[in-house]
């Protein structure tokens, strides 16, 4: 009798998920955050996911954002597998539904494009749909794909060790415009605790991705975020983007590595970019630095800087006869100092030194000069003849 009341607050709880077989006009707003917990994302699956695929994934995730929580207890089993009712227009970036025109039905109206920019964008971004065997395909690969090998997730059994199979989603159905995918209860759970870790990102960006391999770099990348460096083997880095047929590295850059990090900087709040690194000649790993684009300018500066202070180690290293042949090349193609100024700027190895840092920082962009760089620089090398004002600007 303890047990009743137990069991009928679980039912209650589960009974929530019967909202995502209402009508699509019913159904509740899309987050704009999807949160994708640990557990299935690091789940294996036999075959590889396509772009839709993850995008139905992200779709079924974001409505069960309200539900997400960091606290086991509050996620029980559902009575019953949910079942999601996904326009198909869900499925695309709102910037793709507002310029092609997608119809609920998932049939493409053909409007005039505004360049053959736009054309291969839109390409590349929508397929041959809004014909049953298109999705008919598409459920029978869904189905599929979603079979996972048990073995480690602690929600479907947090005691003892569970192993196994799984197929996340039994069921895809498509009707006039409306895919109905049901989920296993069992993965409910899991796809709603967040307490053992998850990624978060930017829903509508990661739809804008039109590549498998940009969408799987987006997610791991907003994962590392918080470290902004990310370095892999090169084999592993083939395995993880799906881009195994690649062997030659010269072929795997130029198909696969450029143009998904073209994708992720044009079109997420992600900026990326990368470095090689060599055994010898050959590369066998990649280094990874990534960043939100608003705080592009402000790692561009700190990377200059970086940058500088390599520069002036290798020239403070030069013998000080050197460094003076070198500063009055420099001095006499590109200032106007006068003689007596340059004489002066010679033979002080200090204000030699200081004129390297300012010419180097001038030419490497950490100086902005509204000036003559000589005009700037007069009043820092010989404080005696500053100015009381200055309408330059140093960073």
């Not at 069960?64 to 086991?72: D, I, P, V, W």
């Not at 975020?225 to 592993?236: N, P, S």
């Not at 997420?268 to 060599?278: G, H, N």
């Amino acid at each position: 009798m303890a047990e009743k009341p137990v069991l009928k607050d679980r039912a209650q709880i589960a009974k929530q998920f019967e909202l995502f077989a209402l009508e699509p006009s019913q159904l509740q707003k899309l987050a704009q955050y999807v949160q994708e917990p640990l557990e299935l994302l690091l789940a294996k699956t036999e075959k590889h996911l396509s772009i839709y695929d993850r995008r139905i994934y992200w779709t079924i995730l974001t409505k069960l954002a309200s539900f997400q929580t960091r606290h086991e207890e509050e996620v029980p089993v559902p009575m019953t597998n949910p079942v999601f009712l996904i326009p198909i227009r869900d499925l695309y970036p709102q910037f793709v539904r507002d310029q092609f025109d997608i119809s609920d039905s998932g049939e493409q109206a053909d409007p005039p494009l505004r360049s053959q920019a736009s054309r291969r964008r839109r390409g590349s971004l929508t397929a041959k749909i809004g014909t049953y065997s298109f999705f008919k395909s598409l459920a029978q690969d869904l189905v599929s794909k979603s079979v996972i090998n048990i073995d480690h997730m602690t929600t479907l059994d947090p005691k003892n060790r569970l192993v196994g199979t799984i197929a996340i989603f039994p069921s895809v159905f498509y009707r006039d415009g409306i895919l109905s995918v049901e989920v296993d209860r069992k993965v409910v759970p899991a796809m709603c605790m967040l307490g053992k870790g998850y990624t978060k990102f930017k829903r509508e960006e990661a739809l804008a991705l039109s590549r498998t391999a940009s969408q799987i770099l987006y997610v791991r990348l907003c994962r590392l975020l918080d470290f902004r460096i990310w370095r892999t083997g090169l084999d592993e880095l083939r395995v993880i983007l799906e881009a195994e047929s690649y062997a030659r590295y010269s072929n795997f850059k130029q198909k696969v590595l450029l143009p998904v990090i073209q994708e992720i900087n044009d079109y997420t709040d992600l900026f990326v970019s990368f470095s090689e690194v060599k055994e010898g000649k050959a590369v066998v790993k990649i280094e990874f630095t990534f960043y939100h684009q608003a705080e592009k300018p402000k790692q561009e500066l700190k990377q200059a800087r970086q940058k500088l202070d390599v520069e002036l180690d290798n020239i403070y290293a030069l013998p000080l006869a050197q460094r003076r042949m070198q500063v009055a090349d420099l001095i006499a193609k590109h200032y106007t100092f006068s003689a007596t100024q340059r004489q002066l700027i010679l033979e002080n190895e200090g204000k030699l030194n200081q004129f390297i840092e300012l010419h180097l920082k001038y030419i490497d962009g950490i100086i902005t000069i509204k000036t003559s760089p000589t005009r700037y620089m007069a009043p820092i090398l010989f404080p005696k003849a500053r100015q009381s004002s200055s309408t330059d600007r140093l960073f």
